[in-house]
Structures are given as C-alpha cells and as structure tokens.
C-alpha cells in the first residue's frame, strides 16, 4: 500500500470515526511480484485498517479419483502448469496431501462453516508452511483455489477526506491520493508511484 507502512512493525491501533466511503472492504494488488507477493488491503467501517503482505496464488482445481489436480499461472515464467497430488480425507474437516509414494506431505484442517455441498474439499482450510507460516486456501465450487500466505500484518487507522487518504501506523501519519477507476483502487505513494488494488475475488483473510 503505502511504503512507510512496509517499513514499521507489527502495531495495534485505536479506532476511529469514518463515513462509508468508496475504499471500505477488502482489496488485493492487480499486480504481483514474480514471487506472486502482493499486498492486502482492509479497509473497516469503524476506521481500523489492516495491511497484509502475502504469497497469493490463484488457480483451478478438480478431483481425479484420489488426486487433487490443480493448474496455476507460473509467476516467474506466466505459463500455466499442473500440479497433482493425492488426498486423504480423515472426516469431514481434515484431509492428507499423499506424494505417489504414499509419504505424507502435509495436512490441512477446515476453517469456518461447512458448505453445504457434494463435494467435501469445497470450502476454506489451512495448513502449516515450514512448520511456522500458516497457509489458507478456499476451494469453491465452481473449480477456483485461492491461496494465500501471509507473512507481514501491519494494522492501524485511517480517514478519508475528499480524494486523499489519511492513514496512521504505529504513530506514523500519511496523506495519499487516491481514486477510484474502472472498479480499481489506485493509490499514489510518497515518491509518486501509483499501486492498484482490485476487489479481493476470495472471503480469506477477511478481517484477519
């Protein structure tokens, strides 16, 4: 979002007043790095706001007997590939990823309600990355997979006044232009660089 707030740790912050405005909700860059980070924005109606740098993946999936096929756009390279592994369910809210070996790779437990669907994958679960980073991903009906991995949360406050941004964190207050275009959230930094953020297309870490 804003370059001052990459620089700052982790922070709690009071919450202020704010009217409805055209920034409230969830928003994700347009655009990533080649290693697929990005920035979360959340925006809160009570004037909380909540910057969370992330791993994103977005990509599709579909259930071939006991493997989970899943394609993605290579960030690196922009090609699409596969990825396939067999799955394991233990009940309805925990499952195993299994190699063709059948070594265990990994679990993955559900968050949140259970849908109410055939299909027992669909819905959002998380599972450990490394042993200390905690991945979410939603799989929803219609064949889409959300991934998301956040490693930074920074949260303060913020304000709008007219077509600027009056964001505070830990202390550190900021003025941004902004605008809204095309259905897109555009940002202007302190050096003039301009970030867009699109509708965030998954419930994950919504009020993270």
Same mark, same amino acid.
């Given at each position: ?66 493997? =989970?096929? !899943? ?6 390279? $922009?090609? @699409?590939?596969?990825? &396939? ?5 233990? %009940? ?40 200390? =980073?905690? !991945? ?6 219609? $064949?889409? @997979?959300?991934?998301? &991995? ?5 949260? %303060? ?52």
């Amino acid at each position: 979002m804003f370059s001052i707030l990459m620089a700052v740790a982790l922070a709690a912050a009071t919450p202020g007043q704010t009217a409805d405005t055209p920034v409230a909700g969830q928003w994700e860059s347009a655009i990533r790095n080649k290693g697929g980070i990005g920035n979360i924005l959340e925006f809160s109606p009570d004037g909380r706001v909540t910057q969370i740098s992330a791993m994103m993946s977005d990509a599709t999936w579909a259930i071939q007997g006991e493997w =989970l096929r !899943t394609t993605y756009t290579n960030e690196e390279t $922009g090609k @699409l590939q596969d990825s &396939l592994v067999k799955i394991e369910y233990q %009940g309805l809210d925990r499952f195993v990823e299994k190699d063709e070996n059948d070594a265990e790779q990994g679990y993955s437990e559900r968050i949140g309600d259970r849908p109410v669907t055939d299909a027992p994958l669909v819905g959002e679960w998380c599972s450990l990355f490394l042993d200390t =980073l905690t !991945t979410y991903r939603q799989f929803t009906s219609d $064949g889409r @997979l959300f991934v998301r &991995l956040p490693v930074t949360v920074l949260r %303060g406050t913020y304000t709008v006044s007219g077509d600027t941004l009056e964001v505070t964190i830990a202390g550190q207050p900021g003025r941004y232009p902004f605008r809204i275009e095309e259905g897109r959230l555009v940002i202007k930094n302190r050096d003039d660089a301009e970030r867009v953020y699109k509708r965030s297309p998954s419930n994950l870490l919504k009020g993270y």
